[in-house]
């Protein structure tokens, strides 16, 4: 499977990019690791004008606490996030998300920013970010998560806007990422993670909609003081899960259920 | 329309003219005639065309050849020099880590990288680091116990006296 043609340039700078996309004009797309977007373009499901590559974009390659926030630039790969002593200190839950994200060789290509450009429904980040309330960096604004995602493969990002970093609030406390998959590899049918704040517990889910959800209806229960097998029950509410190949909605309804009250015993 | 391909594959400094939708387990196969690293699913699930990209196994098939510009490519071809072979290639063979062997380089790169970093793995961390890696014929069992192999012959390789 061969991708239909398309021009290339490569950009050594967050600026060259943004003008290299200005230049190429509506159709063009970055590729980063392009894990997620090769395989569409050897599919020919994505047939851009133009790709514009930014693995060249060194400057956005970095994780940086500051106060109680953990900044972490677009271009840092999975394998990076795996290793990164200040995430593993910071945002356990990160690294724990990074290490489920495909298999070792995607790890090695993959990176933060392509997940949340991409925003795939069953990608892990956007759950994460989502729940915690991260801001999204781009080279002319600062977008809130909630507001950031909003449909399938689809953000609030201008055609030649570039993702530049994400800021996570830093959680040490107890965390637990769940994602249910049939090979190790897949992506989520449905994850579900969980992080104790000193403010109470936040809960995200992956796969159960088109975009990553907070079940809010779960950390609500959990602060009036409901068991976890309890609060857990309300994990499917309001939720309209897609029904594919791999999994029914109603099975992942169930599964949103079963992996929240999971994820709250292991992390606590 | 072709641009410049600077890359170094299995020592050898190259320079080609490249179409940009050239993926790169193409350039090897095609433009460099080393086609030991296979297309298996062309999916980017099977991991049969892993090779090391400055050290780190990554698909080829899912990269893009001008992505490779100014790296250092290894592939099975490289692993070993010319006429011998490297202790995993040694491995795979003495404990018939393979049964029709379409996945096998793709098996040998992703295990040297895992080895590359792990001199001990064990046999969780050798399932781990082989993820993203399919056979279809032998199980598992047996690519396990050769890559453990590997591992030995490897460190004691290591500790052996120069000369010695």
């Given at each position: 499977m061969i991708p239909a043609a398309f021009q290339y340039s490569k950009a050594g700078s967050v600026k060259e990019a943004v003008a290299q996309l200005r230049e190429a004009g509506p159709e063009a797309k970055v590729i980063a690791g392009g894990q997620s977007l090769i395989p569409l373009l050897r599919l020919r499901l994505s047939q851009p004008s133009h790709l514009v590559d930014?693995?060249?974009?060194?400057?956005?390659?970095y994780v940086h606490p500051e106060g109680d926030l953990l900044r972490v630039g677009a271009m840092t790969r999975h394998s990076t996030l795996v290793r990164s002593e200040l995430v593993q200190r910071h945002l356990p839950l990160l690294a724990e998300m990074a290490a489920q994200v495909g298999d070792p060789q995607i790890r090695a290509r993959g990176t933060l920013g392509g997940v949340f450009a991409h925003a795939?429904?069953?990608?892990?980040?956007p759950t994460l970010a989502v729940m915690l309330d991260a801001t999204i960096v781009t080279d002319r604004r600062r977008v809130a998560a909630r507001d950031f995602f909003q449909h399938l493969f689809t953000t609030a990002l201008a055609d030649d806007e570039l993702v530049c970093e994400v800021v996570f609030p830093m959680a040490p406390g107890p965390h637990r990422y769940i994602k249910f998959r049939r090979r190790l590899y897949d992506w989520a049918i449905v994850g579900a993670a969980v992080q104790k704040l000193d403010s109470g517990w936040r809960v995200g889910l992956t796969h159960v909609g088109p975009t990553a959800v907070r079940a809010a209806a779960v950390e609500s229960r959990l602060q009036a003081g409901a068991s976890f097998t309890e609060a857990a029950g309300?994990?499917?509410?309001g939720l309209e899960p897609p029904s594919d190949a791999r999994a029914s909605a109603d099975y992942r309804r169930h599964l949103a259920q079963v992996l929240t009250r999971r994820a709250l015993e292991q992390a606590a | 329309m072709g641009q410049t391909l600077r890359v170094t594959v299995n020592g050898e400094a190259r320079s080609d003219e490249v179409e940009p939708r050239l993926l790169l387990v193409h350039y090897l196969r095609e433009t460099c005639g080393l086609t030991g690293t296979h297309v298996g699913c062309d999916t980017s699930q099977c991991g049969a065309c892993t090779v090391l990209l400055d050290g780190a196994a990554v698909?080829?098939?899912?990269?893009?050849?001008?992505?490779?510009?100014?790296a250092e490519i290894t592939t099975i071809e490289g692993l070993a020099p010319e006429g011998g072979l490297h202790p995993l290639q040694t491995a795979f063979w003495e404990n018939h880590g393979l049964q029709c062997g379409y996945c096998t380089p793709g098996f040998i790169m992703a295990a040297a990288a895992l080895l590359a970093e792990n001199h001990d793995p064990s046999d969780e961390e050798i399932g781990r680091g082989l993820e993203g890696n399919l056979c279809r014929?032998?199980?598992y069992v047996n690519i396990r116990k050769a890559v453990k192999a590997a591992a030995l012959a490897m460190r004691e390789g290591a500790a052996a006296p120069i000369g010695g």
């Open positions: 930014v693995n060249g974009v060194r400057e956005l390659d795939d429904a069953a990608g892990d980040y309300a994990a499917a509410d | 698909k080829s098939c899912n990269m893009l050849a001008l992505q490779a510009d100014g014929c032998t199980g």
